[in-house]
């Protein structure tokens, strides 16, 4: 779910040390959209580590004070013991368990002598806890089980490969991470769904590694390093399922597998003395909340706005609806005839599929034997996006990389699926992370921005931040060059409801279901741009967010496929393969699977159904007047 960065230089490489500053700044400037969480650096010599770690994104990171005076300060000791060879690792991190504001939990994470970054989810990590009682658990973080397994099992004889190997034997979930450990030159990369690349120049003295294979074809283009390093290799994933090990004092890669006890490379000679950590801790206390005074105005303004929310549960009792569906009168654009049959049920068209064989043929050309990806899938953590991974790797036999893009409101159970499903299937999972923090404040100014005028067209500015994950996919198509896109959305689940209590009526039997005519795309945005001349509380810092996503999901082209589109949407089938195959997590309190990965779904069906019930909508006393 993070970003995992860093290179290597050895004693004989020509690379101008006075440059690794600048060159860690590129690599966490690129790697930046993993998570903007948190961010922590380390850089390491044979006898010392120097840590530095904050609860801000990478960007501010590397503007600070304290990175440059780590960096002059390694420098300094550096050269004073002899230029020996060093690592610089880095993380952008984009959490997901434990708060980024306790300074233990951010990356890289330090325990029994070893230091760790980690990319993914342990979503078995509790039961680890419980299963090995003799470990005591300090932070919140995940991360920590991995280190505290790998300690055991040096404590009971094994080398640190080993040891590592038989930590991931217990490990559930995609996860990735780069260990160092205080007495042994060598770094640990290791990763069960292939979330890592590495690169060696062609003279063997410069070594880099990262999340994806993008931010190293990007770093070998810059000039530092085309400068410094002339020539690297070829780009190399580390397969799903595989780790190397990395001799710091010579650089040599040694592959080995998880699964295998054949392939195990020798353990490295401890260092003379242990490599000393300092961890840069912050000056300031942690834990201070600066949120209090937005809470009470947020309670302020829903003390004020009690009448809009209130449940009158006597009017929608007296709602009339549908004999044969569910629909009440206040649903925009709703008519009933002489049965007491709905418009929507009257004008019903069954879907046609396209068909497997229609799949197929369409897959067919993108095909890579190779193993290499030839297809992306867009993921929420969600049944339907779920199921679509599983159906496109398993029984399409295509070679998937799943994308995410989080932007604050995926749940924690939807991000504990994804890692379970990413890693039974041995996939790639590309996250890019929006600036989680600013989405949620936007998010605050909306509401309380709504609550001062409510109106049920507005509903959907909530959920704004979201809209750019069709821009991000483009992107990612780019970046890959990877033309096939699946986008597997339920088509059973349609919401135009939500664009129809602004006044448009694009409802019906259409099979585009997220787009508008060129006509209501421009009465739309008029309809946006009149309530916030209204309500000029929607005039704050989201509007430019606001306006990326309108064009993101309005007027972008969407030349990508939905699955549901080939093959029939079946519930009970989607739920039985995710429960049965991959341990697919259901949420604790209710019993449905519906948008238990979507963070904001309650909250404006909470205000659909206390607002649209209760209040009948002026499209719909328009239409009772016709």
């Not at 009168?329 to 879907?351: A, K, W």
């Not at 299937?425 to 005028?453: C, F, M, P, Q, T």
Request: with cysteine; charged share 25%.
């Amino acid at each position: 779910m993070c970003g995992i960065l860093g290179f290597a230089i050895s004693r004989d490489s020509l690379f101008n040390r006075d440059n690794t500053q600048a060159l860690m700044s590129r690599f966490f400037t690129f790697s930046e959209s993993r998570g903007k969480d948190a961010s922590g650096v380390a850089l390491a010599d044979p006898k010392r580590v120097f840590v530095l770690k904050r609860p801000v994104r990478a960007g501010t990171l590397i503007r600070s004070r304290e990175y440059d005076s780590m960096f002059g300060s390694f420098r300094t000791l550096w050269r004073s013991s002899g230029r020996g060879p060093f690592v610089a690792m880095g993380h952008a991190r984009m959490v997901t368990n434990g708060t980024a504001d306790r300074h233990e939990n951010n990356q890289p994470v330090i325990k029994d002598g070893l230091l760790g970054f980690h990319n993914g989810i342990v979503v078995n990590d509790g039961c680890l806890w419980s299963e090995f009682p003799t470990l005591e658990r300090h932070y919140e973080v995940d991360t920590e089980i991995i280190l505290s397994l790998v300690a055991y099992y040096r404590k009971e004889g094994h080398s640190l490969t080993d040891a590592v190997v038989e930590t991931f034997r217990h490990l559930q979930g995609a996860n990735s991470i780069a260990l160092l450990a205080e007495d042994i030159n060598a770094l640990i990369l290791v990763t069960t769904n292939g979330s890592l690349y590495y690169t060696r120049s062609l003279s063997g003295g410069e070594f880099l590694y990262a999340s994806e294979r993008y931010f190293l074809e990007r770093m070998i283009k810059v000039p530092l390093v085309k400068q410094d390093i002339y020539k690297v290799s070829p780009i190399i994933q580390v397969a799903p399922g595989q780790g190397i090990a990395v001799s710091l004092d010579t650089l040599q890669v040694q592959p080995f597998s998880l699964a295998s006890m054949n392939d195990r490379p020798p353990d490295f000679p401890a260092l003379s003395t242990l490599r000393v950590i300092h961890d840069l801790k912050p000056p300031f206390a942690e834990g201070q909340s600066t949120t209090h005074h937005k809470v009470s105005a947020a309670k302020k303004i829903l003390l004020e706005s009690e009448g809009t929310l209130s449940i009158d549960r006597k009017a929608i009792a007296a709602l009339r609806r549908c004999s044969r569906c569910v629909l009440p009168e206040t649903f925009p654009f709703i008519r009933f005839d002489d049965e007491g049959v709905c418009s929507y049920c009257r004008n019903y068209l069954s879907r046609v599929l396209k068909g497997e064989d229609a799949l197929r043929n369409l897959i067919q050309p993108f095909r890579k034997e190779s193993g290499e990806p030839d297809c992306i899938v867009a993921v929420s953590g969600g049944r339907d996006s779920s199921y679509g991974l599983h159906y496109v790797k398993k029984e399409l036999g295509m070679n998937p990389v799943a994308y995410t893009y989080d932007w604050g409101m995926v749940t924690d159970l939807a991000r504990r699926n994804i890692s379970r499903i990413c890693g039974k299937l041995g996939i790639e999972h590309i996250l890019i992370s929006a600036d989680i923090r600013k989405k949620r404040e936007n998010i605050r100014k909306n509401v309380l921005a709504w609550l001062k005028k409510p109106d049920l067209g507005t509903v959907p500015i909530f959920m704004a931040g979201d809209k750019q994950f069709f821009f991000y996919a483009s992107m990612l198509r780019r970046q890959m060059r990877i033309p096939l896109i699946f986008f597997n959305m339920n088509p059973m689940e349609r919401t135009d409801f939500k664009t129809a209590f602004t006044g448009i009526n694009e409802n019906g039997a259409k099979d585009v279901f997220w787009n508008l005519s060129p006509l209501n795309k421009v009465k739309l945005g008029l309809y946006y741009s009149k309530q916030f001349l209204r309500n000029p509380a929607y005039l704050n810092a989201s509007l430019f967010d606001t306006f990326f996503a309108f064009v993101s999901y309005y007027l972008l082209p969407k030349d990508f496929h939905v699955l549901y589109d080939y093959i029939r949407w079946d519930e009970k089938r989607l739920e039985e393969v995710l429960v049965r195959e991959y341990g697919w997590e259901r949420a604790a309190d209710i019993e449905t699977t519906w948008r238990i990965g979507d963070g904001t779904a309650s909250f404006y069906n909470y205000i659909y159904y206390r607002v649209a019930q209760t209040r009948i909508h002026h499209m719909v006393l328009r239409d009772h007047q016709h």
